[in-house]
């Protein structure tokens, strides 16, 4: 295998020839089998590492009886190894400031510090080693190899750059390439504007944001006077939040713009974020399991599933010196399947991407739904506006639905507001198996954001307040 060390060790030199469609030949497309017996030879070398450096993993595996040498087969390393869990890591965080007894480096040989926003609570603190963010950095422009971009392509990275991980990630690999890499940025005032007026004019072949800043952006520039299929955009790939792998958002962004959407993004914790992505010929995501390995698991039993059945991932690094994680539990809800892909990689594959968090699910009359199952079907609604807020409550015994619609301008000033309304709730009736009432809204009615979505509210109040309005207007 092409480069397989650990620590790895790239050579900083390397391109394959323009024209290949692999990074990594061997890695890419060898038999899957093989590359399981050379990522259990890696798991022993990385547990082996982390049981030695880490008093936190340490602790922890003597706790479930489990030692790195005990480890003879993958079946032992699910078995065998307990799942990490985020309230785990930041306890370890708390007791052992600031980066917690999981770093496995000395404090002097951090290079980068990134982590979570802790606008909810502790915030988490990622420290990346000067040889992980290279590791990263190749990682990473493997992967946008993968989809297309290529040395000299102009690749803009519209996400906030600031403690998040996505956009630093997307930059360490946009220069690891050796393209035009191009920073802009997103989240303040006036600045969607601003990129949509950039993009018009530098003509980048390459974009980098969420799902939710590419549809506002998209919408900014036409209020402008500007078409988006003219900024020239091929490749638009996107994390942070479930969408380009869903067909109602991916086809959407993708005849906005006039170019192709890739979907890819785990976890923050689990930098390379983009070891699930997809590629030019393969949609979805593919598990990049010789980078960081993938398990889909049953969210209670953390047991491997079937292929062709629904759990959680479960990531390991197999890169990762500085704070690896092993067997992080995700929390997402993803299905993987096995077989041949059309881009002639040999990875288990998610087809549908990541469905979303777990714990953003909401249960509806004992019917389990996914924000981004509605997001889906309203994206292929025609007069649909850009923006929805889903309410959801309990009225008497009975849960209720009520969703906030915004309808285009043509729409809203044709008088076919009820035609819509009727469309929309038929839509998600069908899709969900309840009924659901729909009220409709003036497109820019209800708030954009720069980064991730957050559409659901839970609150007896404002459902009320829109259910009364709903049934003046309907003459209920």
Not at 53 to 62: E, G, I, M
Not at 451 to 459: E, S
Request: a negative charge.
């Amino acid at each position: 295998m092409e480069s397989w060390s650990f620590p790895p060790s790239y050579d900083a030199s390397y391109l394959p020839p323009t024209d290949s469609r692999y990074w990594f030949r061997q890695r890419e497309t060898m038999p899957p089998g093989d590359r399981e017996k050379a990522i259990l030879e890696r798991l022993r070398v990385v547990c082996r590492y982390a049981y030695d450096h880490s008093p936190f993993y340490r602790r922890r595996w003597n706790e479930a009886g489990f030692h790195p040498d005990q480890l003879r087969s993958l079946e032992d390393f699910e078995d065998r190894v307990p799942v990490v869990t985020k309230k785990e890591l930041r306890e370890s965080q708390a007791m052992s400031p600031p980066f917690g007894d999981y770093l496995c480096i000395p404090d002097a040989e951090v290079f980068h510090i990134h982590g979570t926003s802790g606008t909810t609570g502790r915030p988490t603190a990622f420290a990346i080693g000067r040889n992980d963010w290279i590791a990263i950095a190749n990682a990473h422009a493997r992967i946008m190899w993968a989809m297309g971009m290529r040395p000299g392509d102009m690749i803009c990275i519209a996400a906030i750059l600031s403690l998040y991980m996505g956009s630093w990630g997307a930059l360490s690999g946009a220069e690891r390439l050796g393209a035009k890499a191009f920073p802009f940025g997103a989240g303040a005032p006036g600045m969607t504007i601003r990129c949509a007026q950039w993009l018009d004019t530098m003509k980048p072949a390459g974009f980098y944001g969420t799902p939710t800043y590419a549809l506002h952006l998209a919408q900014a520039a036409r209020d402008e006077g500007l078409n988006p299929r003219e900024f020239g955009l091929k490749y638009m790939f996107f994390s942070g939040e479930p969408g380009a792998s869903i067909p109602g958002v991916r086809d959407r962004i993708a005849d906005l713009f006039g170019a192709k959407v890739f979907d890819c993004g785990s976890m923050a914790e689990m930098t390379p974020w983009m070891n699930v992505a997809g590629s030019a010929e393969t949609e979805g995501m593919l598990c990049w399991q010789d980078i960081v390995y993938t398990e889909v698991c049953d969210p209670a039993t953390m047991r491997r599933v079937p292929y062709g059945q629904r759990g959680t991932p479960v990531y390991t690094h197999l890169e990762r010196t500085s704070q690896p994680m092993i067997r992080l539990a995700s929390g997402d809800l993803t299905l993987w399947q096995d077989g041949p892909n059309p881009c002639g990689r040999t990875y288990p594959r998610l087809p549908h991407g990541i469905f979303g968090r777990i714990d953003d699910m909401f249960t509806i009359r004992g019917e389990n739904v996914y924000p981004s199952e509605i997001d889906a079907a309203l994206n292929q609604t025609p007069g649909y506006g850009g923006e929805h807020q889903i309410v959801i409550t309990r009225e008497a015994a009975m849960d209720e639905l009520l969703l906030r619609v915004e309808a285009d301008e043509g729409t809203f000033a044709s008088g076919e507001l009820e035609r819509f309304r009727a469309d929309v709730s038929h839509r998600i009736q069908k899709l969900l198996g309840l009924r659901t009432r729909a009220e409709i809204v003036a497109k820019g009615t209800l708030p954009r954001t720069d980064f991730k979505a957050r559409r659901v509210t839970d609150d007896r109040s404002v459902f009320r307040e829109m259910y009364a309005q709903i049934e003046a207007e309907s003459g209920a």
